[in-house]
């Protein structure tokens, strides 16, 4: 009787499991993971039929943990490992691998219908560390600052403590989103409304973008780093990333992979 | 991939060189430079910073995790092994002292730690804690073998010895609160060295450089700012000039805390007077300068005044600082006279510090002068209005050498009087004259630096009581009073880390 469970429940198996698949799983980043990364696995899965992804973009914390836990194939990142994971990673047998996907620039975003015309570099960091709470006092209508976040556990929270505020803490009533779609829509319904997103987000609807120093982000800027919000994004993995997840991060990098990077609205590396 | 080897390995061995100070993404600068000169690409700068945080992780620092607010943090402290002797004579008989021509000698082995953790916040904050054996408030020794045992352990606790924290944001200007270091520039024969007052200070420094000409800059006097007071003022040539440390110190200390301030009840009564009950505080204002001719050569001066105000709970008692006498023979009952308050104590103190140099020998002459302007008041209120001009102390001396490196060596000699009613025996040096006043004699340090962290220090000091007619008032190591004769030996073997 044991033997026929046992027979029946191998053939439910691979009933539902394509013959010959691989599957692929990548957590982290929500900056990647939102657009970039299912994209990219579209077109994988068009090339590599059998191939089936399973993407979780929780924040880039999420995924360096899963590479350290061995529960992903590759983390996304839009952070550097900190000294605190390598150790932590080494502790348990992992070597963390940095692979660059591509480049990303932040921006800071407001509501449209905001007056104020730009911004410097330390009106940016007394914004979002609360030095300023009212947009009068940096030029704008009177009106009590609100600030969007990433929250803690997201890449970009910790990458735009480093870029933009002398790695201060965020003001007090900054309020955490999950992504950043979540703070673009979020600004373009508060009049009183600040951000930070990504390249791939400053088209949202009700936002505009805030020139810095004079200056607006853009592609080139990133590229040839003149932009002081930009920063790279990552895959881990633990050392040289094995089989089919090595095909996918060869596809990342190579031509068609940024072809889609550059698209969907991130600095292609080459 | 070989340029990224070449690259991990230089940067490796700079780390290593540099004590592993620093984790990969201080490297940061480097890369982004080998990058944009296009030596390494990006994706190999990556590997690189990769590999570095892997090492710097297994690293003894790598392994530290310190706050984000955190810019700087240094561990500090020293560590003392003392051998020590002091023996103090009572006099003859006719004064009024319990055992005449007696003396009591104290020979102790002794030994003491301090461990201390400062470091600086971001946007000019700054915090320091220190741990200290002993809970004595003018001295960390601990000695061996005074507690049960053989071997234990009552005596050897370590306890909250500086605990503060500051801001330095403004020009020249250093705030601290908690219980803080010394912020008077000062002498042994006001203040010990191990007492760490607790309340608020403020400190203030600048430098004004002047300049005479001779050189061939031609601005006849300039400033400069910084704030960690490194900067040098730039010089094409080598005018005469001189450099004045202006500087100024003030400190509010509760010297005494009384709770309840209104108690239940009467007011206390004690001798037909009435028992204050207020807080205790001490204030002290410093301005002085030191006057910089040379590198080697300086005058330096630093008039104080010293003041308090209140009783606080153990301090108001009026100082009589007499000496113990006997009401009864059978059984002997023993009075001790108070000698630890702080009623009219106004001091004026001026310590003055003139160095130089005899070839490559540093040498330096110090003094310290001290008035008690109302020492009319301490005496009457002791009983000995006919002492009203035992108001004075001052010290002089002369140090030559100065231990900053192994093979170094230091010699000071000084000589100090201070008289009953000059200062306030709670907080002078409890070595050098047993923690008292109405004392006076002669003190010689010798030192010698074994290694850069390693010295080995001795000291002799003799005193005699100036006023046969007084005690010599404080409380001291020593259960005599008066101190007819003193003599202080010790040995010290010292570690500073």
């Not at chain 1, 299912?38 to 068009?46: D, H, I, R, T």
């Not at chain 2, 300086?298 to 009589?320: E, I, K, R, V």
């Amino acid at each position: 009787m044991k033997t026929t469970y046992l027979a029946i429940l191998t053939g439910l198996a691979l009933a539902v499991s394509p013959v010959g698949a691989e599957k692929v799983v990548i957590k982290g980043s929500d900056t990647l993971g939102a657009k970039l990364v299912p994209q990219l696995a579209e077109q994988f899965k068009a090339q590599n039929p059998g191939t089936t992804f399973d993407i979780a973009a929780e924040g880039s914390t999420t995924g360096i943990a899963a590479i350290i836990d061995g529960t992903a194939d590759i983390g996304m990142s839009s952070r550097r490992a900190k000294p605190a994971e390598v150790g932590a990673a080494s502790g348990k047998g992992k070597n963390l691998k940095p692979t660059i996907v591509a480049y990303d620039g932040l921006g800071v975003i407001v509501n449209s219908a905001n007056p104020i015309k730009g911004l410097t570099k330390k009106q940016v960091e007394q914004i979002f560390t609360g030095d300023v709470t009212d947009w009068s006092a940096i030029g704008g209508s009177s009106g009590k600052i609100s600030i969007y976040t990433r929250n803690t556990s997201s890449g970009t929270y910790s990458d735009w403590k480093e870029l933009a505020m002398k790695k201060r803490d965020y003001a007090k009533g900054s309020q955490k989103m999950a992504g950043h779609e979540q703070i673009a829509a979020e600004v373009g319904k508060n009049a009183s409304g600040i951000g930070y997103v990504g390249l791939a987000y400053m088209k949202a609807g009700g936002i505009k973008v805030v020139p810095i120093e004079g200056a607006m982000p853009s592609q080139a800027s990133v590229l040839n780093k003149s932009w002081p919000y930009a920063r790279p994004t990552f895959y881990y993995t633990n050392g040289d990333p094995q089989g089919v997840a090595k095909q996918f991060v060869d596809f990342t990098t190579g031509p068609v992979g940024q072809k889609i990077a550059g698209r969907v609205g991130f600095v292609p590396i080459r | 991939m070989l340029r990224k080897y070449l690259v991990l390995i230089t940067m490796a061995a700079s780390l290593i060189a540099g004590a592993i100070t620093a984790p990969a993404q201080e490297a940061g600068a480097l890369l982004d430079l080998l990058v944009k000169k296009r030596i390494i690409t990006d994706q190999e700068a990556e590997e690189v910073r990769g590999e570095l945080n892997k090492e710097f992780s297994q690293s003894p620092a790598g392994k530290m995790k310190l706050s984000t607010p955190l810019t700087e943090l240094e561990i500090y402290g020293d560590a003392r092994v003392r051998y020590e002797v002091r023996n103090g004579n009572s006099g003859p008989p006719g004064t009024l002292v319990t055992n005449p021509n007696d003396a009591q000698q104290r020979n102790r082995h002794r030994y003491r730690l301090r461990l201390g953790l400062r470091g600086t916040l971001v946007d000019d904050w700054f915090f320091g804690l220190r741990l200290e054996t002993s809970t004595s408030n003018r001295s960390t020794n601990v000695t061996f073998g005074d507690d049960a045992g053989p071997f234990g352990k009552t005596s050897d606790g370590a306890f909250i010895g500086q605990a503060y924290l500051g801001y330095s944001g403004f020009r020249d200007i250093r705030l601290t609160a908690g219980r803080i270091p010394n912020p008077f520039v000062t002498t042994s024969m006001i203040w010990d060295g191990d007492i760490n007052p607790e309340g608020f200070s403020q400190q203030y420094k600048h430098t004004f450089n002047l300049n005479w000409g001779g050189g061939s800059t031609d601005t006849a006097a300039s400033e400069e700012y910084s704030k960690d007071g490194k900067s040098a003022a730039p010089a094409v040539s080598e005018p005469s000039t001189m450099a004045i440390d202006l500087f100024a110190n003030f400190g509010q200390f509760v010297y005494d805390d009384n709770n309840p301030e209104n108690p239940i009840g009467a007011p206390a009564v004690s001798g037909g007077r009435r028992v204050p009950e207020n807080d205790a505080y001490m204030f002290g204002y410093q301005i002085g300068a030191k006057f910089n001719f040379t590198k080697t050569t300086y005058f330096q001066l630093a008039p104080t005044f010293y003041h308090y105000s209140g009783y606080g709970n153990d301090f108001n008692t009026f100082f009589n600082g007499g000496p113990n006498f006997r009401t009864t023979t059978v059984p002997p009952v023993t009075v001790t006279p108070n000698q630890t308050g702080i009623n009219s104590l106004f001091v004026f103190n001026m310590p003055a510090e003139f160095g130089f140099s005899i070839g490559e020998l540093p040498v330096r002459l110090f003094s310290d002068f001290a008035v008690n302007l109302d020492a009319e008041d301490r005496a009457l209120a002791a009983g000995r209005p006919d002492k009203d001009d035992e108001r004075y102390a001052y010290q002089l001396g002369v140090g030559i050498g100065r231990i900053k490196t192994k093979g170094n060596w230091q010699l000071n000699v000084f000589w100090q009087h201070a008289e009953q009613f000059a200062l306030d025996p709670n907080l002078v040096d409890s070595d050098i004259f047993d923690s008292r006043v109405n004392m006076e004699g002669v003190a010689v340090q010798a030192g010698y630096a074994l290694t850069d962290a390693v010295t080995v220090n001795l000291t002799y000091a003799y005193g005699e009581q100036i006023d046969n007619t007084l005690g010599t008032g404080g409380v001291g190591d020593i259960g005599v009073n008066p101190l007819r004769e003193y003599q202080l030996f010790q040995a010290d073997l010292n570690f500073k880390f």
